[in-house]
């Protein structure tokens, strides 16, 4: 079996993100971005590059969600990925990369795969 | 892309082969058919049809850079260049074609290209850095690509040389070329027709051009796109057949003499032909896929309709386009104001349409197509099909897909037929365009089809008894206009608000913008107010206009475009201060580009100051109001039109609509403010003004129309109250004054009633509302940059607030700065 550790980088704290919106996180040389789904108390992060035109952008768009999955649309060409699987759901095949979240005392943290 | 296109189908059918691709090229197949866009920016990775691990996955082994060298038929062995050797079952060429190089003197000389491959693109675009001038020999199909890649390369003069006395000799006749040689003019091509080239003069380089008849034209770069050359020099040296000109000889089920041999594309000769398109090839890639799979299917030639948008202008030619009496009759339409040209060819009996060509204007292309192939019977005024129906109440769009066969082709480069596409909506339940492309494919290729597609998704839903409502997206079920009344009654003040009482799920990109768009039409609060900050549009969001490149521009506003020039001074020190492009706009204002996001309020806090406000360019909102100097100045001007515009502008500033409203005022008759193209126009008069409404300019230009004649400046603006305020209540998201009215039943002669007659009893209403709004204006930088909670948001990073987004990157043009192109990281 492989085992696979989680490293949990802190990003910010729950106050500094957005209510039902994104916020861009510095880590290292990466950009992820964090979004807050506060309607359903849900945190998702995904990549902050859009794969499409390849812009820094996914961050500053809306969030939503199409039946009951959750959604991401970026703010360029609103192509949107599922927030969940990062799948993209505008027809086209680029997939984006999610990480898991987890908030304790007031502190998020994005699970980063070592 | 044919031998692609013939891994795909076959690993889609069966796991039974092992496959092996040789391929000369460095590189995957690539998309050759829009090679012209490795010039405005794609990269060779945006233009490969697969991603790297596709073979892989597919279990396919691609050697690349290793053509195939010989092959053994009787043995059945293969022998690469690089010295493999392979057995093979069966063998599939799809060696495509090469440059057709006519012998001219001086064809070998430096600085003479052929077209055809990204190397190709790659020794031209190298060579071009150093061209002034550039020509094209060859006017067709691919020639008009290459000269609009020299175009994008920013040669100051491209010219194109064809040997035939018209463009496009295969698609178009010399009317139809004419339509088109003055189009490409104006786009700064030059054309020259009826010239045999006799040689390539220069030293070592070539220098210029020789004609037949005598003249000479300079240039510093030759691109020769003069035909194709099946190559079938592999399939000769093995002994199969092939054509005298050329081209590996094909059955209909793409067999060459030797059975275990397949030829497909460009490289194949079938029934005489060569078929340079792209969806033949997919189809003969399907007919062979298909027969190793024990299917059963042939080829039956193909037909070369096609339909294109060169350098910007829409050429379409199908069926048979040149058929002329006495086999057949023909209906012209030739408009050179426009540029619009249009045939239509029918039978003597006026039974049936046989082909055309559409120069300028292409929308009726896959219909007119499908009822040629179709063999469908044409109206009693076939006119109509190229000049849309005059008078009555047309259904010829809706009549015209329902007439067609289940057979019918919609979809060509997928091979997609109505039947499957009316399954899918009635069988599959898909309900949306999405939908249907992944469920069917159709519209996945080159995306003609898409109208057509979506226009039989209606129509079946409707046939199925589906009522197609009006509404909004899957949050709310109810219209826009519903929407504006419920949020009113039930005093509904933020986004999370709307969707917890009208709506359900979690909202989305459709529904958030509208709902946000509503609200500050019904309630003008500022629009960052938390509830309401991420609901915003992409450019609401940040107040500023989002550009390539992930940074911003910045519009101040100067009503009626009058700016003294202390302020001009501020513009300029704060531009050259945050490193910003500065252009002015369509709307006499100035535009910065490349603010970073973490900018914007430092640059607005400078602003500010200096006396600027919001110019609201970023939202669906009143923009500008032009201005021409008017009667203080010019010695035509009836009144003050710069004053009365500034009255304008600052009245209706910021006010949120469906869609961005735009005026202007002009002082005269001679109309220098282009009134009649705005959303609302004012123009003066000898005994007041005259009010126009409903115009645009756009992808669809309309002139906007007379409301109200020789009125004065205050019943002017109360119309133009009455008139916003009913457009904001009851258009369709999204839609323009020019579209609302267009769909109004009784156009606006029922218009005017409404607002000048007030046939609706809601004159005095709208023009309280008007009021409040204007009343409770605030410029919303000002607010922003006041709020330290809505000020946070405008960093790039939450964890790092001082640190600007380090993938932002810019070149250089004309001494200032532009956005990096898409895809670069």
Not at chain 2, 277 to 294: F, K, R, S, T
Not at chain 2, 487 to 509: P, R, T
Request: hydrophobic share 35%.
């Amino acid at each position: 079996m492989v085992e696979i550790t989680t490293n949990w980088f802190e990003a910010c704290r729950v106050e500094d993100a957005v209510q039902n919106g994104g916020v861009c996180v510095k880590c290292g040389e990466e950009q992820i971005a964090l979004f807050y789904f506060t309607r359903r108390n849900e945190w998702y992060a995904t990549q902050n590059l859009c794969p499409h035109r390849r812009q820094m952008a996914l961050s500053r768009g809306m969030i939503g969600s199409v039946g009951e999955d959750p959604k991401i649309a970026c703010p360029f060409h609103k192509k949107t990925f599922s927030l969940s699987t990062g799948e993209c759901l505008s027809g086209d095949e680029c997939a984006i990369q999610t990480y898991p979240v987890k908030v304790e005392d007031g502190l998020v943290y994005i699970g980063l795969q070592n | 892309m044919v031998g692609h296109k013939f891994c795909e189908k076959i690993t889609d059918k069966s796991d039974n082969f092992r496959i092996f691709v040789f391929g000369e090229e460095p590189r995957r197949a690539y998309d050759r058919v829009h090679l012209s866009e490795y010039f405005n920016g794609k990269t060779a990775e945006d233009l490969s049809l697969s991603h790297e691990n596709w073979y892989n996955e597919k279990n396919i082994t691609l050697y690349l850079g290793d053509p195939v060298k010989e092959i053994d038929r009787d043995n059945k062995t293969i022998h690469s260049n690089k010295g493999l050797t392979l057995s093979y079952d069966y063998l599939v060429l799809a060696t495509g074609s090469s440059a057709f190089v006519p012998d001219i003197p001086g064809v070998d000389k430096e600085g003479v290209f052929v077209y055809r491959t990204i190397e190709d693109l790659e020794l031209i675009k190298n060579y071009a850095l150093n061209a002034k001038t550039g020509a094209v020999l060859g006017g067709g199909l691919l020639g008009l690509e290459a000269a609009k890649a020299l175009i994008d390369l920013n040669l100051e003069e491209t010219n194109v040389i064809e040997f035939a006395p018209r463009l496009m000799p295969r698609q178009i006749d010399s009317t139809g070329s004419l339509m088109l040689q003055t189009k490409l003019n104006a786009l700064g091509l030059a054309i020259h027709t009826n010239k045999g080239t006799s040689s390539i003069e220069g030293t070592d380089r070539i220098e210029s051009l020789k004609f037949n008849d005598g003249s000479e034209l300079k240039t510093d770069i030759l691109v020769i796109s003069a035909g194709i050359r099946p190559r079938d020099e592999l399939a000769k040296l093995c002994g199969i057949e092939v054509g005298t000109r050329g081209g590996i000889l094909v059955n209909e089920f793409m067999q060459t003499s030797d059975p275990s041999v397949f030829a497909i594309g460009e490289c194949a000769l079938f029934n005489h032909n060569i078929y340079g398109l792209i969806a033949p090839g997919y189809e003969m890639a399907e007919v062979v896929a298909a027969n190793l799979c024990d299917g059963n299917k042939t080829f039956n030639g193909f037909d070369m309709s096609t339909k294109l948008k060169l350098i910007g202008v829409d050429v379409a030619s199908f069926g048979d386009p040149f058929t002329s009496e006495p086999d057949s009759r023909s209906i012209l339409f030739e408009d050179t104001h426009k540029g619009i040209y249009k045939r239509i060819n029918i039978s003597n009996d006026g039974k049936y349409l046989l082909g055309g060509i559409l120069i300028g204007e292409a929308e009726a292309y896959n219909m007119l197509l499908q009822t040629v192939n179709n063999k469908i019977a044409l109206p009693p005024n076939p006119e109509d099909l190229i000049l849309g129906s005059r008078g009555g109440n047309s259904q010829t769009e809706n009549s015209g897909l329902a007439g067609l066969p289940d057979d019918a082709l919609i979809c060509s480069c997928e091979g997609v037929s109505k039947g499957q596409i009316c399954d899918s909506v009635s069988l599959e339940g898909c309900e949306s365009v999405d939908a249907i492309k992944k469920c069917t494919k159709a519209g996945t290729g080159c995306g003609g089809c898409i109208p057509m597609v979506k226009d039989l998704m209606l129509h079946t839903m409707k046939e199925n008894g589906k009522y197609v409502r009006n509404v909004v997206c899957e949050h709310f079920q109810l219209s826009r206009q519903e929407l504006y009344d419920l949020i009113k009654i039930h005093n509904l003040k933020n986004y999370e608000q709307v969707l917890d009482n009208v709506g359900k799920g979690d909202g989305c990109e459709i529904c958030k913008p509208l709902v946000s768009s509503l609200l500050a039409s019904i309630w003008n609060d500022m629009i960052l107010k938390r509830g309401n900050d991420t609901a915003q549009d992409s450019n609401d969001r940040f107040l500023a206009n989002i550009q390539k490149g992930g940074t911003y521009s910045v519009v101040p506003r100067i009503p009626g475009g009058e700016i003294k020039p202390d302020k001009l001074v501020i513009i300029g020190e704060v531009a050259e201060k945050y490193g910003l492009y500065t252009k002015i706009t369509g709307g006499q204002r100035i535009d910065m580009f490349g603010a970073h996001l973490s900018d914007l309020p430092l640059i607005w806090e400078e602003l500010i100051a200096a006396g600027f406000e919001s110019g609201h360019a970023y939202g669906k909102a009143l923009r500008t109001v032009k201005s021409c100097v008017g009667s203080t100045w010019c010695r035509f001007g009836l009144h003050d039109s710069v004053s009365y515009a500034i009255r304008i502008e600052e009245r209706y500033r910021g006010l949120r609509a469906p869609h961005k409203l735009k005026s202007a005022v002009s002082g005269c008759i001679r109309e220098c403010a282009e009134a009649q193209s705005k959303d609302f126009g004012i123009i003066a008069t000898e005994k007041g003004w005259n009010l126009y409404v409903c115009g645009n300019g756009g992808s669809k230009p309309q002139h906007a129309l007379l409301l109200a004649s020789d009125v004065d400046s205050d019943t002017c603006i109360k119309y133009i109250d009455r008139f916003l305020m009913f457009y904001i209540r009851t258009a369709d998201p999204l839609t323009r004054t020019a579209p609302w009215l267009n769909k109004m039943e009784g156009g606006i002669e029922y218009l005017r009633n409404v607002v000048v007659n007030d046939s609706l009893g809601m004159a005095d209403q709208w023009e309280i509302e008007m009021q409040n709004i204007v009343d409770s204006y605030q410029c919303e930088w000002k607010t922003a940059i006041e709020d330290p909670e809505i000020r946070k948001r405008f960093n790039h990073f939450v964890n790092a607030p001082t640190e600007k987004d380090p993938s932002i990157k810019f070149d250089e043009m004309r001494g200032q700065k532009k956005a990096a192109n898409w895809t670069t990281v």
